[in-house]
């Protein structure tokens, strides 16, 4: 199936939601420089594993609750009526599977209330592990209490709170958040009111170490480090807009931490968060190089969107599976039997993502 943009007059975040489902559907907003480092990562084969395929066990702790595989379909969208379609059915296909499933931005909820129910899939999956979305200066202006009834109005097990300034910078006109600051306060805040049920995650240009570690001292127990290398929300923006944003977003669409560099950055910057890997997570072998990196789950948004409208949700099903089983051989030629296990296994590391992991600092490059 295709995701068609509706023609008629329609509220102004709808038609914005329907553009990025309509961008993300093809390849032109993949980030250009690189793959999220990923492809600078080698897991070294073990030709005798002492492995069998029966005593793997994919299954993962997620703050309160275990998955079945260490697998998340991160925020994609909600809003106009087509992508409530995609929610219900995406929603679906993730409880089927066992991972979580992320809503898009609520904040099209908070500007047309009349769109709710395209955030409210409950009704189609009743035991999805299900993920709020707002955005950290949207929950600065709500206040703590208006964020939290946000979450429960949708059943939500968690609201992630995102942080995307690069996004909002090259955005068109009104729709464009120029004012950043207060955002360590607001998470703080969120995370007492909703009793630490919190994710805090980045939209593809990525978490330093630095951000992780102040995060994690907040009590935020889950953190997606969402780096640069898969869908670069800067050039979908770029894509959307004209003339002088138009070439803005085109100068920093490439901007941002690798996802390979964020998540190894992040891991022992929050060492008891619960990390998700997102950005450039395409397959079954790059989930586990991710893991392998630190991450306790890997988060994929666009190529399951893909392959939902090449084949509608048998076709995202479809897909999933086959991620956790490329997975499950990952995790036998490196004789892993658990995802903790794959990431004690040995790796290679090429010279680009070695040069974020020890980056040179303002006095040694005066030296």
């Known amino acids: 199936m295709n995701t068609v943009i509706n023609a008629a007059p329609m509220h102004e975040s709808h038609a914005r939601k329907l553009d990025h489902l309509s961008l993300c559907a093809g390849d032109d907003v993949e980030h250009g420089a690189h793959a999220g480092l990923f492809e600078e990562v080698s897991l070294v084969h073990d030709a005798l594993p002492e492995v069998s ?28 009526r087509e992508a409530g379609e995609v929610n219900h ?17 609520q904040r099209v909820m908070l500007r047309d209330p009349s769109c709710a129910d395209t955030f409210r899939v409950r009704s189609s999956a009743p035991d999805v592990l299900l993920i709020g979305n707002i955005g950290v200066m949207q929950a600065r202006d709500l206040g703590p209490e208006r964020v939290a009834e946000l ?36 998470i703080a805040r969120v995370v007492d009111a909703l009793g630490g049920r919190v994710l805090v995650k980045e939209c593809g240009t990525g978490l330093s170490a630095r951000v992780a570690a102040r995060l994690a001292a907040l009590g935020v127990r889950g953190l997606d480090a969402s780096g640069s290398g898969g869908t670069s929300w800067v050039k979908v923006e770029a894509l959307r807009a004209q003339g002088r944003q138009a070439r803005l977003g085109a100068l920093f669409a490439d901007w941002g931490i690798p996802t390979a560099a964020a998540v190894a950055l992040c891991r022992p910057a929050a060492p008891d968060a619960t990390l998700i890997a997102s950005g450039g997570i395409t397959d079954g072998l790059v989930a586990a190089k991710a893991l392998a990196l630190g991450a306790d789950v890997a988060g994929l948004a666009r190529p399951v969107l893909q392959a939902y409208n090449a084949g509608g949700a048998d076709g995202a099903l479809e897909f999933l599976e086959e991620t956790i ?43």
């Open 53 to 80: 395929t029966a005593e793997l066990d994919l299954t993962t702790r997620f703050l309160d609750h275990t998955l079945r595989a260490p697998l998340m379909l991160t925020g994609m969208t909600g809003g106009p």
């Open 89 to 105: 059915a995406l929603a679906r296909v993730c409880a089927q599977v066992g991972v979580p499933f992320g809503l898009g931005s």
């Open 151 to 186: 979450a429960r109005s949708v059943e939500a097990d968690y609201l992630a709170i995102h942080l995307n300034p690069a996004m909002e910078l090259v955005q068109p006109g009104s729709e464009a958040d120029s004012d950043f600051t207060g955002g360590y306060d607001t």
């Open 325 to 367: 089983a490329a997975l499950r051989i990952a995790m036998v030629l490196v004789g892993a039997r658990t995802p903790v296990e794959l990431r004690r296994a040995p790796r290679v590391l090429g010279p680009r993502l070695r040069a974020w992991l020890h980056p040179e600092s303002p006095a040694e490059s005066a030296q």
